[in-house]
């Protein structure tokens, strides 16, 4: 379907490359133990999962701070479950998991393979809002560095997907140009219709379960991308 018509191919990284709810249970349960937390990491993640998600999309609207983000997420998630624990402690935790996340390697299912499959034809390139010092190393530590070639950041861009801002940053960096540009991502407003208004292609890999829509092409396994590369 874009065979002969992208050169170049823009990745998202949690929940696209990156397996992050796999990444970040392992991180929780390692500082939960390091520092005593009596929480059941089950009940715990069955709240968090869908917290985080809706604060990271009050942080990509501008309406809390990265450190509001890295709080509010985490006492949130204690309140609900009733759990006493001090502001100190939280801040702890917050600080912890940051440190520890980009230490876990998992990706999804055939990142590698379809990594290694389109890295002979097209540019590869990552948008992503994530945290600056931590996304280096979550690619450096899952060995899949060696396959972009750019790597544009909302800090660096000074604007969240999905600004135009930050994918225009991207295609400046990359020496591309929107017609042939073709971006991958799991949230449909931040990479989807974001990279679509801005004149891109897109490809939405359902990571979350999303309703059928039909902004675009829909996948469930990055695998597919083989079918229209």
Request: hydrophobic share 40%.
């Amino acid at each position: 379907m874009y065979r002969g018509v992208v050169t170049d191919i823009f990745f998202d990284l949690d929940h696209t490359l990156w397996d992050f709810e796999k990444n970040s249970s392992l991180t929780f349960e390692k500082i939960f133990d390091e520092n005593n937390i009596g929480v059941d990491l089950n009940a715990f993640l069955e709240i968090y999962v869908p917290t985080n998600l809706s604060f990271w999309k009050l942080y990509r609207e501008e309406k809390i701070s990265k450190a509001e983000l890295r709080y509010q997420r985490l006492k949130t998630v204690f309140n609900r479950l009733d759990y006493s624990i001090s502001d100190e402690t939280i801040d702890l935790l917050a600080n912890e998991y940051i440190r520890h996340l980009s230490s876990f390697d998992h990706v999804f299912p055939h990142t590698r393979e379809i990594l290694q499959y389109l890295s002979p034809n097209y540019k590869l390139h990552i948008i992503t809002n994530g945290f600056q010092e931590i996304q280096e190393k979550k690619l450096q530590n899952s060995n899949i560095r060696e396959y972009f070639d750019q790597v544009v950041n909302s800090e660096m861009a000074g604007a969240k997907k999905p600004n135009p801002i930050i994918f225009e940053l991207a295609l400046e960096k990359a020496g591309a140009t929107p017609q042939k540009s073709l971006m991958i991502g799991d949230n449909l407003e931040a990479d989807i219709m974001g990279a679509q208004a801005v004149g891109f292609h897109a490809l939405h890999f359902n990571a979350h379960n999303d309703p059928y829509h039909e902004y675009c092409q829909i996948i469930t396994d990055l695998s597919e991308i083989k079918t229209f590369l």
